[in-house]
Every structure is written in structure tokens, then in C-alpha cells.
């Protein structure tokens, strides 16, 4: 059964009720409908370029990777169904200030706390933020709950448990010698590092002579 045209990353509500997606047919906000189809409504329209929407447990706020102008990184964003409040968690803006970088994937909502995946040093593993209760802002750092080369990603929550998926990351730079006039290819592949690890985002320097990257 067609539910909603026209839109993406739908969601049922906890206490089965309510439906949230992201309109593809308008520029900002968040949709929120009753299973029954008998009222709708946009909440959050001071919000664009929304990733996806995650609800509380008690089914009354939804969690949204958004920003209120392109000027601004995406961070996390609380907002109440009702429309009554839009607040900004700071959790993405903490994280990249200890030199860790956001993965923009899913998060889950386990009681007062948030679950999400983040790249450090070490590799991509699971975070947890916890949440003031009543105000729903950022209580203290994040803490990290996964460890090790694997990328966890992908959390969701039920019943006060967290399932996730791990898989084993091993990207690698490979070079090949080209001809300088046909573009073809004239050699092996040589392998330029060994991981496991995300690589990612390559620069060479203009002679050519160093390259630059992003591991993690």
C-alpha cells in the first residue's frame, strides 16, 4: 500500500501513531503524519538538507542531522512533534573539535542517551552522548562504546539493547603507470599502502613527487 509519494527515510513512531519522513516535494522540514492519514503536518521548517529523522522512545521528539543555513556544518537536532521546540545538541560541533569526524548515517535513541558512529584515529566505532533529561541537550563528551579496526555503523535500538552492523574495512592506494599520450595503462598495478583503514580524498602535490590522504 502507497503510504507517501514523494518521500524518504520514513519512520514509525515508538508508540505506533505517527509516521516521520523527509519530503522530496519541498525544501526543508520534516512531515509528520498519523497512521490513520487523518492529520499532517511539517515541523522543523527552519531546517534544510535533513539527513533522516529518529524518535525518542516516549514517541514525543524526533533526532534530525540538519542545519538552518548552508553557511552551517549539519549538526544534531532535537525537535518536539508538537512543533514547540527546535534546538540544537552541539554533539557534531564537540566531536569534530577532539579531532573526530561525524559519519553521517543513522543514529539510534536509547533512553536518555544517543548511539552513533564516528571515525577517530583508530577506526569507525560507536559513540554514546548522553542526554540531560527534560532539556534533552548534550550532557558532557561523548563516550566511545566500540573499539578496534572494524566500521560500526548502522544502530538501532529496542527494548534498552543496541544492534549494529560490524564489518572489516581494507581500503588501499594502488597506482598503474599510463601512457602519456593514449591514457592506457602500460603496467601492473602496484599497491601503495596496506590497511585495513578508509581511504579516502587524494591530492598529489603539483611535481607530482608526494601524495596526500585521509585515513582512518
Known amino acids: 500500500r502507497l503510504l507517501k509519494r514523494a518521500a524518504r527515510a520514513g519512520r514509525a513512531s515508538p508508540d505506533g501513531k505517527w509516521l516521520a519522513y523527509i519530503p522530496l516535494d519541498q525544501p526543508a522540514g520534516v512531515r509528520i503524519a498519523s497512521l490513520d492519514e487523518s492529520t499532517e503536518r511539517t515541523i522543523a521548517p527552519s531546517l534544510i538538507d535533513v539527513v533522516f529523522a529518529i524518535w525518542s522512545p516516549d514517541s514525543e521528539y524526533i533526532l534530525v542531522l540538519a542545519h538552518p543555513d548552508p553557511t552551517m556544518e549539519p549538526d544534531y537536532w532535537i525537535v518536539a512533534i508538537d512543533g514547540s521546540a527546535v ?125 596526500s590522504y585521509f585515513l582512518a
Open 87 to 211: 534546538a540544537n545538541t552541539g554533539i557534531v560541533e564537540r566531536l569534530r573539535e577532539r579531532g573526530c569526524w561525524f559519519v553521517t548515517l543513522p543514529a539510534a535513541w536509547v533512553g536518555d542517551s544517543l548511539v552513533f558512529s564516528a571515525i577517530a584515529v583508530d577506526g569507525v566505532g560507536l559513540w554514546r552522548q548522553r542526554l540531560t533529561r527534560g532539556t534533552l541537550q548534550r550532557k558532557g563528551d561523548a563516550e566511545r562504546l566500540t573499539r578496534g579496526t572494524e566500521r560500526d555503523c548502522f544502530p538501532t535500538a529496542g527494548g534498552g539493547r543496541v544492534a549494529f552492523i560490524s564489518t572489516h574495512t581494507d581500503q588501499n592506494l594502488w597506482s598503474v603507470a599510463i601512457d602519456r599520450t593514449t591514457g592506457m595503462a602500460t603496467g601492473p598495478l602496484r599497491r601503495l599502502t596496506r590497511g585495513p583503514g578508509i581511504v579516502m580524498h587524494l591530492s598529489v602535490s603539483r611535481d607530482g613527487r608526494t601524495l
